[in-house]
């Protein structure tokens, strides 16, 4: 397929992707906000999230005495491009250059996940942040089951789950990142509560219960989400999908990014549960969200962008 | 002027014969109803995203072409005489073009002024000589026909550089199959769904020659285009790509598009950007929606171009009064359908004829579009008369004029209920191994009460188009 569709289908992927997660982190951080938790640690967890999606320093710029709502920003500002109005926007104009390349009714659903979007946004008051969620997380389900029942298996399936499947181990990433930078720096040790909350924010709590019968501590958490091939969001299951896809795209270019996702594959597989404990684990987040990164380039140079004229 | 001509409703106050069966469904219906399911459509146009951005707003600013839901009806004996009437026409015209850019036969006989043609700037001296699959130049011409007071049809325009619109054509009747799908039990009207897999055969037929299982693309200006969502759906209706200018290359007089899997050839190229910005190296230098080296490739005959370039020397206002000459000239037949009586201000009796009837007259630029740079001498004021008056005294080979038509009107629905709308028609005739035309086209309304103007830049809407089936 065209070089230029498949970047669209692939940045439509991610797009959607993004809109998803941030709805989640958000909505576990509005969840938190309803336990009892003192001022100082409510602001940590809010400038956590605001690290792990790398939106602080343009929430800086947005608001340098910081008294502007946090979820309001990364739910609605349109001037930050990682917000999830401006993911869903940038989504659905990625899919309208593509729109011939994906079954109507998914470019149906995008479209009027947009337009309700923007209905959202002409809303006022504390309501509409909690609604936007709702309306992503429920669209993010039927854009996804549109995906796998009406699109052809071809290049364009393909180069979208690339994209979705990608975006997503970030995300997972990311929103593991966020709760284990907030509570490290708790003096008074792991905060049970708030890996519960992200728990369910992924309708992940029973699945943890049925895997672990234990309470909820912060290293099992992350064990799931990294490592288990059995978790569907988890970094591991997600690099199966990213290799499968690129599989079925490889052209004469991609064998050194497919190595890169392999060797990650490996680690994850291989690697030591120790690795995760509290102190150890930001900076092993840090290390995967630069292996991401860097897959990231590689299906870009592949595939996305165009060689020069001969 | 004449009492303009009623689509549905005779000269004894009753539906005509092809228009009883939705008659009478319309009289059981409230108006209520009708307008309730034109909010139904408008809701779904939406979501569809079958809009055209307005250029220069903000984000997503998009409009609907307003779309009315009562249908335009044609009796099936009508159509056939209508049908042949074109195929005449647009054989006649294909075979200007091709004579035009080879040996020029037409203007050797002295039955068009030369210089209307090779000064015309529509002319393209590039592709003088160079041939074209099966001598066939307009792939998909726009007719636009009008009926007038006397109830005949008339040829009002031809449009064969980008003719648009077909994809309102085949929306309009998904739409009214959607919201009424009890008419289409009662009245027995004529596929048009047919049409995307007719072009996509003749665009194969025209492939270069010895080409196995050709590549055809369309070419779009991209999505920002007005006219985006048309490109979009006709290519994914024929289920080709869908490529702007920066996703070809040429190579060795060759087109190439850029894939995931490395450079593909192409073989046949469905333009809808204009002959000036397709390739800069030969025309507007400019232009950064073609592909350098475009024509080098077309003169080589690697790639086909679909409309062929220099067609627009055959759809210009001052060519139009010859189409009858040609029909004769290139068919020894006399035209079906004809012209609207057009008088050529570059002759002198026409010019005084029409300098004496100005405030009875449409008066035309030779070279205007879209519905602008015209006069409608019954509608315009003293002043504008004057002035038009001295436009034309300083350049009259500019202009031409046709008698006001009273356009054909069809009930539609309006603020205050049904009323009666001027409407026009625009069937699309696809030239390949043979001529083929969908049934009916798109009938376009002048929305105003009065207007005739039915373009959708200016306020036109339009209206889905029932061709009767013989068994009706």
């Known amino acids: 397929m065209l070089s230029r569709t498949a970047d669209h289908l692939y940045w439509l992927g991610r797009y959607l992707e993004r809109a998803e997660t941030v709805a989640r982190m958000l909505e576990a951080e509005q969840q938190l906000a309803l336990l009892p938790r003192p001022a100082e640690i409510a602001a940590r967890s809010r400038r956590a999230t605001l690290v792990a999606l790398g939106a602080h320093e343009a929430y800086d710029q947005y608001a340098p005495d910081g008294h502007a709502d946090v979820l309001e920003f990364l739910a609605f500002d349109r001037g930050y491009g990682g917000s999830i109005v401006s993911c869903i926007a940038r989504a659905r104009e990625n899919a309208r250059a593509v729109r011939g390349a994906v079954a109507s009714e998914m470019w149906e659903t995008i479209n009027a996940t947009w337009l309700e979007m923007r209905q959202l946004e002409r809303r006022k008051g504390p309501e509409r942040t909690r609604a936007l969620f709702d309306h992503v997380r429920q669209r993010a389900h039927m854009i996804r089951g549109v995906t796998v029942v009406a699109m052809l298996r071809d290049e364009a399936f393909h180069f979208l789950r690339l994209g979705s499947f990608l975006e997503r181990a970030d995300g997972t990433v990311r929103l593991l990142d966020a709760r284990s930078s907030s509570t490290a720096a708790d003096p008074h040790g792991e905060d049970p509560h708030e890996w519960t909350v992200l728990l369910r924010t992924l309708s992940a709590f029973e699945a943890y219960r049925r895997l672990f019968r234990e309470a909820v501590r912060p290293q099992r958490v992350a064990e799931m989400f990294l490592l288990r091939a059995d978790v569907p969001r988890s970094l591991r299951r997600c690099l199966i999908e990213v290799r499968e896809n690129l599989r079925v795209v490889a052209n004469d270019r991609s064998a050194q990014t497919v190595r890169i996702v392999g060797s990650l594959q490996a680690q994850l597989e291989f690697g030591d549960t120790a690795e995760l404990a509290s102190d150890r684990l930001p900076a092993y987040l840090t290390d995967r969200i630069e292996q991401l990164r860097r897959i990231g380039e590689g299906i870009a140079r592949d595939f996305l962008v165009s060689e020069a004229v001969a | ?472």
Not at chain 2, 88 to 95: C, D, E, K, Y
Not at chain 2, 411 to 428: E, K, V
Not at chain 2, 435 to 457: F, K, M, Q
């Open chain 2, 1 to 472: 002027m004449n009492r303009a001509w009623d689509e549905m409703i005779g000269a004894d106050g009753r539906a005509r014969g092809h228009y009883r069966g939705y008659s009478e469904w319309l009289l059981a219906q409230g108006t209520e109803r009708l307008a309730a399911k034109s909010a139904e459509a408008d809701a779904l146009f939406h979501r569809f995203g079958i809009t055209f951005a307005v250029y220069g707003q903000a984000e997503g600013t998009e409009r609907l072409i307003p779309f009315d839901v009562v249908p335009r009806v044609l009796p099936h004996i009508e159509w056939l005489h209508l049908e042949a009437g074109l195929k005449q026409r647009v054989s006649a015209l294909n075979a200007f073009i091709a004579d035009i850019y080879d040996a020029q036969d037409i203007l050797r006989a002295g039955r068009i002024p030369a210089e209307l043609v090779l000064c015309n700037s529509q002319y393209r001296p590039e592709v003088q000589g160079i041939g074209v699959p099966q001598r066939i130049y307009a792939h998909i011409a726009g007719i636009d026909v009008i009926r007038n007071a006397d109830g005949r049809f008339h040829v009002l325009e031809d449009n064969l550089r980008v003719p648009s619109g077909v994809s309102y054509m085949l929306e309009d009747r998904r739409m009214m199959m959607r919201l009424f799908p009890e008419l289409f039990a009662r009245c027995q009207v004529a596929p048009v769904e047919h049409y995307p897999e007719v072009l996509l055969a003749n665009l194969t037929s025209v492939a270069p020659r010895g080409v196995d299982n050709p590549t055809v693309v369309l070419l779009t200006p991209g999505a920002y285009n007005s006219a985006y969502f048309e490109h979009a759906f006709l290519a994914q209706q024929m289920g080709i790509e869908l490529v702007e200018g920066q996703d070809l290359f040429v190579r060795d007089d060759i087109v190439y598009m850029r894939t995931t899997r490395g450079p593909q050839r192409v073989d046949v190229v469905y333009r809808r950007i204009d002959d000036d910005f397709l390739d800069p190296l030969t025309f507007r230098a400019d232009s950064s929606l073609g592909v350098p080296g475009l024509m080098a490739a077309y003169r080589a005959g690697t790639v086909t171009i679909a409309n062929a370039i220099g067609t627009g020397i055959a759809d210009d206002k001052s060519i139009y009064p010859y189409v009858p000459e040609m029909i004769r000239f290139y068919l020894g037949e006399e035209p079906l359908v004809e012209n609207v009586p057009t008088r050529v201000l570059r002759d002198p009796e026409d010019l005084a004829y029409t300098l004496a009837h100005l405030d009875e007259l449409v008066v035309k630029e030779v070279h205007g579009a879209g519905g602008y740079g015209m006069l409608i001498g019954p509608m315009a004021s003293r002043e504008e008369l004057e002035s038009f008056r001295a436009r034309i005294i300083a350049d009259p080979a500019r202009y031409i004029a046709q008698p006001t038509l009273a356009l054909s009107t069809c009930p539609t629905l309006t603020q205050a209920g049904l009323a009666p709308r001027h409407i026009d028609l625009r069937p699309f005739v696809l030239s390949g191994r043979e001529i083929t035309i969908v049934p009916g086209g798109l009938t376009r309304v002048a929305l105003r009460e009065g207007s005739l103007v039915v373009n959708s830049s200016q306020g036109g809407g339009s209206k889905d188009t029932w061709v009767l089936t013989g068994a009706s």
